[in-house]
């Protein structure tokens, strides 16, 4: 039972492994034997510590970046929601079916969620808020500028 319970155990993150996330945090594009140089080992070797941090969900995944005002959404939001009783699983089914809405998150306090929203126009922010004021109360900042991009989580003593 124990060499069960092994196998879908995380994989520990040794200095090899954190190295391996550091360098595909910086360029998750980089091909296998690529990254093997940048942490000086084999490529086979390289493949199989990769193939299992994704297969423990270390690695979730690899994502494209795009620029939202390229594609014609250049108004940003952050959107908290306080439901009204009964109401939370219907509103994150809604986030969940609702393409503008980029990120959903559960949080703590007075407000249950935290919605980043990307639309066209203002007016656009008006009608995606509707749909959700049926479920509770909503308060919303606009994303002026963004002096901190994104950025994948990795200790700064990696």
Known sequence: MRAQALEHEDPPLDAVNRRILAVLSENPRLTVSGLARRVGMSAPAVRE??????????????????????????????????????QLPKIADLAANTPEVSECHRISGEDCFLLKVHVPAIQALEEILDRFLIHGQTTSSFIVSTPVRPRPVVGSDW
């Open 49 to 86: 510590r990769v193939n299992r941090l994704e297969e423990s969900g270390t690695i979730r995944g690899y994502r494209l970046d795009i620029d939202p005002a390229a594609i014609g959404l250049p108004i940003a939001a952050w959107v908290r929601i306080r439901p009204g009783p009964g």
